[in-house]
């Protein structure tokens, strides 16, 4: 059947990005990096969806190796954001995958934002206590432009904290164990 309705997904995308990194001392790098994704989507399937995609975001990183009273430690911080629009419009399919009537139109936003941390404390040699966190910050959010589907609006928000302890040991230099509660 999909041969036969001429079914197809086809992706046009342009991505932009830069990464820069900057070492501000012995043992730190901080690292910089953006980027921009449009994309346009074709898909004609059981309906004809034409998606327009605007991503966008960026990120910041921190990386410090340093020594703590005689002992190796090792910092990670950064955050990270990453937004993005969907222009979505869904239109009727007829054979050969022709392109009919609009039956969908939304906007769909996400906006999402990160802030991380972990440390590694070698106390000794080889093995380190680490401590970490993760949170999340990410919105969801619909507008319907028009609809003969029973599309429905919303948002929802959503916040996350995810804690984290545990101990790695560099059992060789190929090998590593490690645990962790999180």
């Known amino acids: ?3 036969l309705n001429d079914w197809q997904r086809n992706i046009d995308s342009v991505r932009v990005a830069n990464q820069t990194t900057f070492r501000v001392a012995p043992g730190t790098l901080v690292e910089v990096g953006a980027f921009y994704l449009d994309r346009h989507l074709m898909h004609p399937i059981f309906r004809w969806l034409d998606y327009r995609y605007d ?7 921190l990386t410090d190796e340093s020594t703590i009273g005689g002992f190796r430690n090792l910092l990670v911080a950064g955050a990270n954001i990453h937004n993005g629009v969907v222009d979505a419009q869904q239109f009727g399919i007829g054979p050969g995958a022709q392109k009919l009537g609009l039956l969908s139109k939304t906007e769909d936003t996400s906006d999402n934002f990160s802030l991380y941390a972990e440390n590694s404390f070698f ?8 401590a970490g966190f993760q949170y999340l910050h990410a919105k969801r959010s619909r507008d319907v432009l028009f609809t003969t589907v029973g599309d429905v609006a919303g948002e929802d928000t959503f ?6 302890l545990g101990m790695i040991w560099d059992v060789t230099p190929s090998t590593q164990m490690f645990a962790n509660i999180s």
Not at 55 to 61: K, L, P
Not at 123 to 130: C, E, G
Not at 159 to 164: A, L
């Open 1 to 3: 059947i999909n041969e």
């Open 55 to 61: 991503d966008y975001g960026g990120y910041t990183r």
């Open 123 to 130: 106390f000794m040699k080889d093995v380190a206590l680490v």
């Open 159 to 164: 916040d996350v904290f995810s804690p984290k």
